[in-house]
């Protein structure tokens, strides 16, 4: 395996990891670099992966100037290898919703984590990250995405997840893609607050949603966010216990 990186959005690094053996067609692990006066690090990777993730930052960073360690909620690719990379880093701390500190993190990381208020900002330099919480979406009561205010990138994880290589960006629906993979993974809570969460975040009027499993999506990411919406409502009508 390899670790592809490209630029998404100005400043703003994806980093790939194809496993061809998950899936009909393979399935990426994706982080995300802000390379910033303090730069911030969303998924971290499983730990197996973490050479492989850790070597790519290189490229563009040192390790050790890592700031901010944070991910979406608690799964093991997510933030499998979150303590490697506090150790690699010693100035970095994970920043997740009080929620999630709580109940996880608080005990999980080697180092004390900083809990944020929903809503709240972190100023990276140029960038501005706003933490949101969104409880149960896709799944988990931490879960949480980030939002950059600079480029209008919208980190929202799970999310529009699909199978495949793919380019590391598109323009292209990619709505039927994530229900092919949801129809496989059933992985997304539905509940009555799930496309309100997500109509939600179409408000913020992302350009870029930089997806955790998949290629990212860039044009109108309010009207994929409503659509998705959209969807997970009708799926919600027409589950069965």
């Known amino acids: 395996m390899e670790t592809n990186i ?10 790939s990891t194809l496993v061809p053996d998950i899936g009909p067609t393979g399935f990426t692990f994706n982080q995300y670099l802000i390379d910033d006066e303090e730069p911030l690090l969303f998924h971290t990777g499983p730990r197996a992966m973490f050479p492989l993730v850790s070597e790519a930052i290189s490229t563009v960073l040192p390790v050790d100037t890592l700031r901010w360690i944070t991910f979406g909620h608690l799964e093991s690719d997510e933030c499998g290898s979150m303590n490697e990379f506090l150790a690699a880093a010693p100035n970095a701390q994970v920043a997740h919703g009080a929620m999630g500190c709580m109940v996880s993190f608080n005990d999980l990381a080697n180092r004390e984590p900083v809990p ?4 709240q900002i972190l100023e990276l330099g140029s960038h501005r990250v706003r933490h949101i919480d969104t409880p149960h979406v896709p799944h988990c009561w931490e879960a949480r995405v980030l939002h950059d205010e600079t480029t209008g990138t919208l980190f929202c994880g799970d999310l529009f997840t699909q199978f495949g290589p793919g380019p590391a960006t598109t323009d292209d629906d990619i709505l039927a893609a ?15 607050q799930t496309g309100t969460t997500v109509r939600a975040l179409a408000e913020l009027g992302p350009s870029t949603l930089a997806v955790m499993h998949g290629s990212c999506y860039t044009g109108d990411g309010s009207a ?5 919406a959209d969807d997970y409502d009708a799926r919600l009508a027409g589950a069965t216990i």
Do not use: K, N, Q
Request: hydrophobic content about 55%; proline content about 3%; aromatic content about 6%.
């Open 224 to 228: 994929a966010l409503l659509a998705l």
């Open 116 to 119: 944020l208020a929903d809503g």
């Open 178 to 192: 994530a229900g092919m993979a949801e129809d496989v993974f059933r992985a997304s809570c539905l509940t009555p």
């Open 6 to 15: 490209d630029e998404i959005a100005s400043g703003i690094y994806r980093l």
